[in-house]
């Protein structure tokens, strides 16, 4: 596609329930990433992949948190038990190559979880 | 957690003046990003420079880089009401078998036409 893709851009969810928020790279970038960004704050990282090996999960804050990408293109973000802070933006970034050498990171427009 | 540091957190100006922000990171890199954010959108892109480069120019954007305080300062000259956004400075740490950006704190900068 033209550009990395998210959906849902707003999320809802009751406090408990489980989420799931999908990222479409751009076509043939080989690496993805997911950050989490609290409101008034920078994205921090979540996780990485190239192609469909996870090689980074070190930034998921508990084990609530699951990313997976199966087939090295689509990867979704599945959030259990949502709690209230897990209320924040989730973008999705990918790039053709390594992050060294390709540079810069394309991302997505987000998904707004709210947790009420 | 942050790499990065900007500074200031907030800045406003005058359409047609300089804006200037700053960024401090802790450790080592291969090179530094600045992206823009417009509110509720995504994260733009605008230049990257590397560690061994010192000042780089895109339009009406100058990146300057000193290893040496772990600093950088991204200058956009005669702003325009456009520019208003979020500004995040980004790195990419020398560490085996690291591959992310770490992302700063951010300035929000502000436009005045």
């Known amino acids: 596609g033209a550009g990395v893709s998210q959906s849902p851009r707003y999320k809802v969810a009751k406090r408990g329930q489980d989420v799931a928020l999908r990222c479409d790279p751009i076509s043939g970038h080989v690496s993805l990433f997911w950050y989490q960004q609290a409101l008034g704050q920078g994205p921090e990282f979540l996780t990485y992949f190239q192609n469909e090996a996870q090689l980074d999960k070190s930034g998921l804050p508990s084990d609530r948190f699951f990313a997976e990408r199966p087939e090295g293109s689509v990867s979704t973000l599945k959030i259990q038990r949502t709690q209230q802070e897990d209320s924040a933006v989730y973008l999705c970034?990918?790039?053709?190559?390594?992050?060294?050498?390709?540079?810069?990171?394309?991302f997505g427009e987000g998904s707004r979880l709210t947790v009420l | 957690s942050q790499q990065g540091e900007e500074d200031p957190q907030a800045l406003s100006i005058q359409e047609g003046e300089n804006a200037t922000m700053n960024c401090s990171y802790k450790?080592?890199?291969?090179?530094l990003q600045w992206y823009r954010q417009n509110s509720g959108r995504g994260l733009v892109h605008l230049i990257l420079?590397?560690?061994?480069?010192r000042e780089k120019h895109s339009g009406r954007l100058r990146v300057t880089l000193d290893t040496s305080k772990k600093s950088s300062s991204l200058l956009i000259t005669a702003s325009r009401a456009a520019d208003t956004a979020s500004y995040f400075c980004a790195t990419d740490e020398i560490r085996f078998g690291n591959e992310k950006l770490t992302f700063g704190t951010g300035t929000r900068l502000t436009i005045i036409p």
């Open positions: 450790t080592s890199i291969n090179n």
């Open positions: 970034a990918s790039i053709k190559g390594r992050l060294e050498f390709a540079g810069e990171l394309f």
């Open positions: 420079i590397r560690s061994n480069e």
